[in-house]
Nanobody, 122 residues
C-alpha cells in the first residue's frame, strides 16, 4: 500500500491550496480517507475525513467552512481543498486510510502517506 501526498507549498494568508493524495496497492473504494496535520512542536491532529462513498464528511472545528475533502474513486485520489488559509494552518499534512469507515481518531487509520508541507505566511 502506498499513499503519496503532494500539492503543499508556501502561500500568503487568505490564499488557497489543493492537496492531493494518490493511493495504490489497495481497493480504494473500500477505505475511508482522512487528512491530519502536524505543526512544529505540536501533536498530529485531525483535519477532515470522507467516507468510502464520498457521501459523508467530517471536519475539525478549526477548519470547518474553509477546508473541503473530496474523492475521485476513478483516480484513487483524495483531495483537501484549503481556502482562507491562516498562519496557524502551517503544518505538515498527512493523508491516511481507514478500513473502519469515516474516523476522526488517528489510531483508527491503517496506512499513512509521507506528508506534504504547507506554510502560510502572514
Amino acid at each position: 500500500v502506498q499513499l503519496q501526498a503532494f500539492g503543499g507549498g508556501l502561500v500568503q494568508a487568505g490564499g488557497s491550496l489543493r492537496l492531493s493524495c494518490a493511493a495504490s496497492g489497495l481497493t480504494f473504494s473500500s477505505y475511508a480517507m482522512g487528512w491530519f496535520r502536524q505543526a512544529p512542536g505540536k501533536e498530529r491532529e485531525f483535519v477532515g475525513a470522507i467516507s468510502r462513498s464520498g457521501g459523508y464528511t467530517t471536519y475539525a472545528d478549526a477548519v470547518k467552512g474553509r477546508f473541503t475533502v473530496s474523492i475521485d474513486n476513478a483516480k484513487n485520489t483524495v483531495y483537501l481543498q484549503a481556502n482562507s488559509l491562516k498562519p496557524e494552518d502551517t503544518a505538515v499534512y498527512y493523508c491516511a486510510v481507514s478500513r473502519a469507515g469515516i474516523q476522526r481518531t488517528e489510531r483508527m487509520y491503517n496506512y499513512w502517506g509521507q506528508g506534504t508541507q504547507v506554510t502560510v505566511s502572514s
